[in-house]
T-cell receptor, first 112, second 116 residues
Framework: GAVVSQHPSRVICKSGTSVKIECRSL??????MFWYRQFPKKSLMLMAT?????????EQGVEKDKFLINHASLTLSTLTVTSAHPEDSSFYIC????????FGPGTRLTVL | GESVGLHLPTLSVQEGDNSIINCAYS??????FIWYKQESGKGPQFIID?????DKRQGQRVTVLLNKTVKHLSLQIAATQPGDSAVYFC???????????????FGTGTQLKVEL
């Protein structure tokens, strides 16, 4: 299956700052990547669909101006949490999709 | 709206026993179902999948059963081992109308605890 990496694996930031999370598809050219958010002991919730070379598609209730997604190449999508607040603290996971969907290891964001 | 859910939030089994994790889905249009295993602090790991034109699929120590009549999905793990301890999610695909890839809707998850 596809190998997906995320960077950083953990990040702690102050309230009001912006944080960028990278998702890389190491061995698969992904025209589509997905971004999920997962709160403790909860399921994965789809935030947005990242499309290479075009604008991301956001799920209902997800603020596109707060969660900026850039998918500039077939192997890299970035999620930027702008003006982060404590309620944005979560586990962010990306995935790439072919026939199956393969997930990255996740990024733990803690906003103080 | 459409949803995918699980009956049991926590399942405890003895090492060596078989485990059965259940999932109910409500979208009759779903045509592809996947089981994922997620260990603490990690991303979901693909276990097994099944298409809607099948009712059973077997892998290594795992079997997925699909009952479209009652919209029910189950994951059976044979001879459960301590390494199987994790949260298990079912997911269904909703085919995207544009672009590539299938959006997944995840169930609530079941914590599997294997007791020695």
């Amino acid at each position: 299956g596809a190998v997906v990496s995320q960077h950083p694996s953990r990040v702690i930031c102050k309230s009001g700052t912006s944080v960028k999370i990278e998702c890389r598809s190491l061995d698969f050219q992904a025209t589509t990547m997905f971004w999920y958010r997962q709160f403790p002991k909860k399921s994965l919730m789809l935030m947005a669909t990242s499309n290479e070379g075009s604008k991301a598609t956001y799920e209902q209730g997800v603020e596109k101006d707060k969660f900026l997604i850039n998918h500039a190449s077939l192997t890299l999508s970035t999620l930027t949490v702008t003006s982060a607040h404590p309620e944005d603290s979560s586990f962010y996971i990306c995935s790439v999709t072919g026939v199956e969907q393969f997930f990255g290891p996740g990024t733990r964001l803690t906003v103080l | 709206g459409e949803s995918v859910g699980l009956h049991l939030p926590t399942l405890s089994v003895q090492e060596g026993d078989n485990s059965i994790i259940n999932c109910a889905y409500s979208n009759s249009a779903s045509d592809y179902f996947i089981w994922y295993k997620q260990e603490s602090g990690k991303g979901p790991q693909f276990i097994i999948d099944i298409r809607s034109n099948m009712d059973k699929r077997q892998g290594q120590r795992v079997t997925v059963l699909l009952n479209k009549t009652v919209k029910h999905l189950s994951l059976q793990i044979a001879a459960t081992q301590p390494g199987d301890s994790a949260v298990y999610f079912c997911a269904e695909t909703v085919r995207m109308l544009t672009g590539g890839g299938n959006k997944l809707t995840f169930g609530t998850g079941t914590q599997l605890k294997v007791e020695l």
